[in-house]
Nanobody
Framework: QVQLVESGGGLVQAGGSLRLSCAAS????????LGWFRQAPGKAREFVAA????????YYADSVKGRFTISRDNGEATVYLQLNSLIPEDTAVYYC??????????????????WGQGTQVTVSS
């Protein structure tokens, strides 16, 4: 079992930044992949970024590439999502999730096994 708790969401003006955190607990193997997803009102949950737990390999959705950065704290079981140059279209509930195998580039929601409760990000224009 893996437990995930997100934090760091909030209200920010367009052009601003936020850093989201995802604290993981439980049994986590180096082969696991940690992903971030988001869900805006009335829309499907969509992939944002992913990182392999063992290394530095990352993968991003085109819509956030160059603006968002996923990283991991080696000393803590925490993964971060740095959100820069935010736009109103980034407004959503952001979720972290873990999948126990597979590849970074398979980004379907159904690929992921464990989910956090989400943190709200609101970007005002």
């Amino acid at each position: 079992q893996v437990q995930l708790v997100e934090s760091g969401g909030g209200l920010v003006q367009a052009g601003g930044s936020l850093r989201l955190s995802c604290a993981a607990s439980g049994v986590i193997f180096s082969s696991y992949i940690l992903g971030w997803f988001r869900q805006a009102p009335g829309k499907a949950r969509e992939f944002v970024a992913a990182l392999r737990w063992s290394g530095r390999t990352t993968y991003y959705a085109d819509s956030v590439k160059g603006r968002f950065t996923i990283s991991r704290d080696n000393g803590e079981a925490t993964v971060y999502l740095q959100l820069n140059s935010l736009i109103p279209e980034d407004t959503a509930v952001y979720y972290c999730a873990v999948k126990t195998g597979g590849t970074l580039t398979r980004v379907a929601r159904s690929e992921y096994d464990y989910w956090g409760q989400g943190t709200q990000v609101t970007v005002s224009s």
